[in-house]
C-alpha cells in the first residue's frame, strides 16, 4: 500500500472524539499510514455475512410496481436512482432520504442506489439494483474512506441486498459506465442523482423524463394493503407524539414553540424514521401563518396551538394530522365559534369522499360551509353562492382542503390533472381533509377580536370499498371532544 503523505501535525494533536475520516480530513492532523498498519488493519476480521435473510414484507408489492412500470415503458431503458449525499457544510452531510420513487419500487433506501430496468428480449425488462457493496478491506476503504464501514456502519452486502429485496445487485460504481455503454433509449428520474444525469445527458430528454415522473406519481394513487398499514402506523405514532405535546404544555409556556417541536421529533425518531415534513408549532398568532415552520415563538395561555405534524415511519410513509388546541385547555367563546366552523367544514369534507365521489367534492363541501359562516358573521356579503363563485372566502380559508398523503406528504404531486384534481376517488385512495380559517393579525377588515386567530383540522382519510375510514379517528376532533381529551393527559 502507498504511503500516504506525511502531514505536518501527528496524530497526538487530534482532539479526543474526532472522528473525522482521515481521507476528508483538510488539515493534516493524522499521520500517514505505514505498511505495517495497513496490513494490521486488513487482517484479523470476522466473517460477517448473514445467510438466509427473508425478503422484505413489501417485497411482492415492489415487484408488481416494477411489473407496472415495465408494462408502460416496453423496450425502454429505465433508471431511477436513489439520490446521493448532499453536503451540509465542509464536510458533514444532510440525513439521507431515499428518493420516492426508488424507495417505492425497492424498497431499499441506499444512498447512491440506482434501479435499472433493462429491456428483455420478449418485450418486458430485466430488473438490477446498482448498489454500494461491503466496504474493501484489502485497500483500506473500510476505515480509510469516508464513507467507509468503520465511519458510517456496516452496509448489506450485495449477496444479502439480492435475498431482501429480490432483485439481482451490482456494484454502483460500474452504472454510469455501463449504461452509458448501452445503446437505445433510456429514462431517466432526474433531481437525485447528478452524477449519473450528467454521464446520460447526451441521451436523455427532459420531456421523456417527465413522463417517466408522472407515470411514477400516478402509480402511488392507489395504496395496496401493506402501504395501508404503514399509513396507520404512520398515524398511530402521530398519535402518540400528539399526546406528548399536551402533557408537555406547561414546559412549552415555559420555553417556546421548540419545546413542541422537539417533543413531537422525539417520538418520531423513536417510533419511526424521522418527521415527514417540518413540523408547524404555531403559537397565537403564527397559527395564520401556513408553513410556520421557525416555531421559535412563545406559547401563551389564552391562545391556540396549531399543531401540524407527521411520523414518518421506517418504509417511509407519512402521517399528516393538525390539531388547534387552545393552551390553557379551554377555548373562549370566540374561539369556539371559530373552531366549530371549521369542524363543521371538515365533517362535511369527510362525507363527501367516498368511491365514485369527484375529488374535488370534499374541497367544495368544506368551503360552501366556511363560506356560509363568513357571510352569517357579517365579515362577506352574501348570498354563499356570490361568495364562492367569486372564491372570496379565500382570503380566510387560503388553501386547498387536501390532498393525496403517502410516502410524501404531498404523495402523487406529479399526477396528470385528469388523474388527481379532476380525477375520481377510488379504493385505495388515502388523502387529507384539512379545512381551516386564518384571520391574520393585521386585516383591517375583521373585528379586532378575530385577528391573530388561526384554526386547521386536518385527518388522514382512507377511501374504502363503501365510504371512507379517518385514519387519525383516535383524536378528538370537535371542541368538546379536544377540551375533554386535555383534561385527561394534563392530569
Ligand atoms: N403539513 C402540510 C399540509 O398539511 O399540507
Ligand atoms: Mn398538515
Ligand atoms: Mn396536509
Keep these: 500500500m502507498t504511503e500516504q503523505p506525511v502531514p505536518a501535525q501527528q496524530s497526538e494533536t487530534a482532539p479526543a472524539g474526532d472522528h473525522q475520516p482521515i481521507k476528508q480530513r483538510k488539515n493534516g492532523l493524522y499521520p500517514a499510514v505505514s505498511d505495517e498498519l495497513a496490513a494490521h488493519m486488513r487482517n484479523g476480521w470476522a466473517d460477517t455475512e448473514l445467510r438466509g435473510l427473508e425478503p422484505l414484507p413489501q417485497a411482492a408489492e415492489t415487484a408488481r410496481r416494477r ?158 394493503a401493506f402501504e395501508i398499514g404503514e399509513l396507520q402506523k404512520a398515524v398511530d405514532s402521530t398519535v402518540r407524539g400528539f399526546e406528548d405535546v399536551v402533557k408537555v404544555l406547561d414546559r412549552a409556556e415555559a420555553t417556546s414553540e421548540r419545546y413542541i417541536e422537539g417533543t413531537f421529533f422525539l417520538r418520531a425518531r423513536v417510533e419511526g424514521n424521522d418527521v415527514g415534513y417540518g413540523s408547524i408549532c404555531a403559537a397565537g398568532p403564527h397559527a395564520t401563518t401556513l408553513h410556520w415552520v421557525r416555531n421559535d415563538g412563545p406559547v401563551r395561555s389564552g391562545e391556540l396551538l396549531l399543531l401540524d405534524a407527521g411520523v414518518e415511519t421506517h418504509t417511509l410513509y407519512t402521517a399528516d394530522v393538525t390539531r388547534t388546541l387552545p393552551v390553557n385547555g379551554r377555548f373562549t367563546g370566540l374561539q369556539r365559534k371559530i373552531y366549530d366552523a371549521v369542524y363543521e367544514a371538515q365533517e362535511a369534507g369527510i362525507a363527501a369522499v367516498r368511491p365514485g365521489a369527484k375529488y374535488r367534492d370534499f374541497h367544495d363541501a368544506a368551503q360552501r360551509v366556511l363560506a356560509g359562516k363568513l357571510v352569517e358573521w357579517g365579515l362577506v356579503e352574501g348570498p354563499v353562492e356570490r361568495v364562492l363563485e367569486l372564491g372570496l372566502q379565500r382570503r380566510w380559508t387560503l388553501h386547498g382542503t387536501g390532498h393525496m398523503l403517502g410516502m410524501d406528504v404531498h404523495d402523487c404531486a406529479l399526477a396528470r390533472t385528469e388523474t388527481y384534481v379532476d380525477g375520481t376517488l377510488e379504493p385505495g385512495m388515502c388523502l387529507t381533509v384539512e379545512p381551516g380559517l386564518y384571520f391574520q393579525a393585521d386585516d383591517l377588515t375583521v373585528p379586532a377580536e378575530y385577528r391573530g386567530i388561526g384554526v386547521r383540522i386536518e385527518d388522514d382519510i382512507l377511501v374504502t370499498e363503501d365510504g371512507n375510514r379517518n385514519l387519525s379517528a383516535a383524536l378528538p376532533r370537535s371542541s368538546a371532544g379536544v377540551e375533554s381529551w386535555m383534561a385527561r393527559l394534563k392530569g
Design 67 to 224: 411489473s407496472a412500470l415495465s408494462r408502460r415503458f416496453p423496450g425502454e431503458r429505465l433508471v431511477i436512482p436513489a439520490g446521493n449525499l448532499r453536503t451540509r457544510s465542509n464536510d458533514t452531510e444532510y440525513p439521507f432520504r431515499a428518493g420516492t420513487e426508488y424507495a417505492h419500487l425497492t424498497g431499499d433506501q441506499s444512498e447512491d442506489g440506482v434501479l435499472v430496468l433493462e429491456p428483455a428480449a420478449d418485450g418486458g425488462h430485466q430488473a438490477v439494483l446498482y448498489l454500494l457493496p461491503r466496504s474493501d478491506r484489502e485497500n483500506g476503504e473500510f476505515w480509510l474512506d469516508g464513507q467507509g464501514e468503520l465511519w458510517v456502519g456496516r452496509r448489506y452486502s450485495l449477496a444479502e441486498n439480492e435475498q431482501r429485496l429480490g432483485l439481482p445487485c451490482r456494484d454502483v460504481r460500474k452504472a454510469a459506465g455501463e449504461l452509458a455503454e448501452q445503446a437505445g433509449p433510456v429514462r431517466l428520474v432526474r433531481g437525485h442523482d447528478q452524477g449519473l444525469e450528467a454521464a446520460l445527458a447526451d441521451r436523455l430528454d427532459a420531456g421523456r423524463d417527465e413522463e417517466l415522473r408522472v407515470f411514477l406519481s400516478e402509480l402511488r394513487l392507489v395504496k395496496d
